[in-house]
């Protein structure tokens, strides 16, 4: 099972621990994907308990295959659709179903890099806005839309932040994730960790 930082769901006493100006995010409805890029190949891990891969992939993986060697953590999505069709062919990924067409229009969001020798420490010495910037740069490489950064401002008070969230949420996206621009990625003792650093406001 691959290791995660995940978020703190909303609450507004989360919230109001934020450190302000924050990042504001969008949260698409796909389901979470931690991808290792490697030589011998790309594996894209479920957060789902037992270590479960997505399968049938092959088209999105020859474009990862792509990006510098490294784990990237973001959401997959497939085609146009909202998350209850992005769950359900995640769900045929991993059960390895998938069919051609659907995996076609498979694609990733990504939201955060971790070389190799960090990863396997469990701890980054970046703070979240030079993860971010080093992943802008990698992501720039490949220059493929099935391959895309987190789109996102600054939001310089917990308002901005809120009415940031509504105005995702009328577009028809799931919600956004706060996160502190010097937030660290720390996964002790190789657990995935609910860091207060990132908080996910959802509808």
Same mark, same amino acid.
């Given at each position: 099972m691959a290791k995660m930082l995940l978020c703190t769901n909303y609450s507004p006493r989360a919230?109001?621990?934020?450190?302000? +100006?924050a990042l504001a995010q969008v949260?698409?409805? #796909? !389901? @979470?994907?931690?991808?290792? !890029? =490697?030589a011998d190949g790309v594996t894209l891990w479920s957060r789902g308990e037992g270590g479960h891969t997505y399968r049938g992939l092959d088209a999105l993986c020859a474009v990862l295959s792509t990006l510098a060697? #490294?784990?990237?953590?973001?959401?997959?999505?497939?085609?146009? =659709?909202? $998350? &209850?069709?992005?769950?359900?062919? =995640? &769900? &045929?990924?991993?059960?390895?179903?998938?069919? +051609?067409?659907?995996?076609?229009?498979? @694609?990733?969001?990504?939201?955060?890099?971790l070389d190799a020798e960090a990863y396997d420490a469990g701890e980054? +010495?970046? !703070?979240?806005t030079e993860r971010l910037e080093l992943l802008e740069e990698l992501v720039a490489i490949v220059d493929d839309p099935r391959v895309q950064v !987190?789109?996102?401002? *600054? =939001?310089?008070t $917990?308002? $901005?932040?809120l009415s940031y969230y509504r105005a995702q949420r009328r577009? #028809?996206?799931? #919600?956004? *994730?706060?996160?502190?621009?010097n937030g660290l990625?720390?996964?002790p003792n190789g657990v995935s960790y609910r860091s207060p650093q990132q908080v996910k406001e959802v509808g």
């Amino acid at each position: 099972m691959a290791k995660m930082l995940l978020c703190t769901n909303y609450s507004p006493r989360a919230l109001q621990a934020m450190p302000f +100006p924050a990042l504001a995010q969008v949260k698409a409805d #796909g !389901v @979470r994907c931690m991808i290792h !890029v =490697a030589a011998d190949g790309v594996t894209l891990w479920s957060r789902g308990e037992g270590g479960h891969t997505y399968r049938g992939l092959d088209a999105l993986c020859a474009v990862l295959s792509t990006l510098a060697p #490294g784990w990237y953590d973001g959401e997959l999505l497939f085609g146009p =659709a909202r $998350r &209850q069709g992005s769950n359900g062919l =995640a &769900q &045929q990924a991993l059960r390895g179903t998938l069919t +051609p067409e659907a995996a076609a229009t498979a @694609r990733v969001v990504l939201w955060d890099y971790l070389d190799a020798e960090a990863y396997d420490a469990g701890e980054s +010495p970046l !703070v979240y806005t030079e993860r971010l910037e080093l992943l802008e740069e990698l992501v720039a490489i490949v220059d493929d839309p099935r391959v895309q950064v !987190v789109a996102g401002t *600054v =939001a310089p008070t $917990r308002a $901005r932040a809120l009415s940031y969230y509504r105005a995702q949420r009328r577009r #028809g996206e799931e #919600g956004i *994730v706060v996160k502190d621009p010097n937030g660290l990625w720390r996964v002790p003792n190789g657990v995935s960790y609910r860091s207060p650093q990132q908080v996910k406001e959802v509808g």
